[in-house]
């Protein structure tokens, strides 16, 4: 059986991925998003859950490129001084290798994203992370923990594929080699703690788009199993370009999702397009 979860990443942080989401799921392939808990337009991604119970919602935790959640006074070492976190995850992995991150603050502001999205009861599936922060050490532990308190039980496994899409040279394999390391231990610390994940994972964690071309070879490569595509998909390029500060081909992705010639490949391929439940449920089976 071959299973593919394609998953909407950064639901909630602008009213343009809302839209995407929300036309993804009605007249797409899309099955799943991860909420972010301080978004802008987080009550918003959560009407859209609500109104769309076949759409699986996961907790995107965030300690990157954002705001946090508490007061920025109560998470000192998470914010810079304008009170806001670092801006990418290099900024972040450097401040936290040199021992700059409290993990009693990482705690609490991931826990405060945690009951501000479960005070909604819209229930979580799953749990994975803004530029895959809950890949550390340390910070895994953390996130393990809230997923046993909140009840959730499946979690993102970026194991990368160290070619996919354009290559992007040296520094781009020694990244890929480097988190793809951090979600195999992720992966198998997850299963030790009884929280299933991804037989495999797909997408492009460098920031190009996940094209029609892309998804649909993809697709059609697929392995056994259950897969996670990771998507970014959005109505406007332009304003959320700006908004995220990242020159990401969001239109693109939503294109992808809305493809006739990709649902023609699912059918064809017999996958079936589900959200983390169903990974839940063959673990339980």
């Known amino acids: 059986m071959k299973r593919v979860i394609i998953n909407a990443d950064d639901f909630g942080r602008h009213v343009a991925i809302n839209e995407a989401v929300e ?14 808990a301080g978004g802008g337009a987080f009550e918003g991604a959560i009407d859209i859950a609500r109104r769309h119970p076949e759409l699986g919602l996961g907790i995107h935790f965030t300690l990157v490129d954002d705001k ?5 006074s109560e998470v000192p070492s998470l914010v810079t001084p304008d ?8 900024l972040f ?10 993990l009693e603050e990482v705690r609490a502001e991931l826990g405060a994203q945690l009951r501000k999205v479960e005070r909604t009861g819209v ?18 532990r953390v996130v393990l923990d809230l997923c046993g308190q ?6 993102r496994a ?3 594929p160290l070619l996919a899409g354009d290559f992007g040279g040296a520094g781009q394999l020694i990244g890929r080699l480097g988190l793809g390391t951090l979600a195999r231990l992720a992966a198998f610390c997850a299963e030790r703690h009884h929280i299933a994940v991804p037989d495999h994972f797909g ?13 649909i070879k993809t697709l059609q490569g697929l392995s056994s199993g259950t897969t996670e595509i990771m998507m970014h998909p959005g109505t406007k390029n332009a304003p959320l370009q700006e908004a995220c500060r990242w020159q990401h081909d969001f239109e693109a992705e939503l294109a992808a999702i809305l493809s006739p010639k990709v649902r023609a490949v699912l059918a064809r391929e017999k996958i079936e397009a589900v959200n983390f439940r169903a990974l839940y449920e063959k673990t339980r089976a």
């Open 68 to 72: 946090p959640v508490l007061p920025p």
């Open 23 to 36: 036309l993804g799921v009605m007249h797409g392939c899309l099955r799943s998003a991860t909420v972010m």
């Open 83 to 90: 009170g806001r976190f670092y801006d990418n995850h290099l």
């Open 123 to 140: 229930p979580l599936l799953h749990a994975d992370s803004h530029q895959h922060m809950h890949t550390l050490p340390g910070i895994l």
């Open 93 to 102: 992995v450097k401040h936290y290798l040199r021992g700059g991150v409290r």
């Open 158 to 160: 970026p194991r990368t």
């Open 150 to 155: 909140g009840g959730i039980n499946a979690m």
């Open 203 to 215: 997408g492009i964690v460098a920031g190009e788009a996940v094209s029609e071309p892309f998804l």
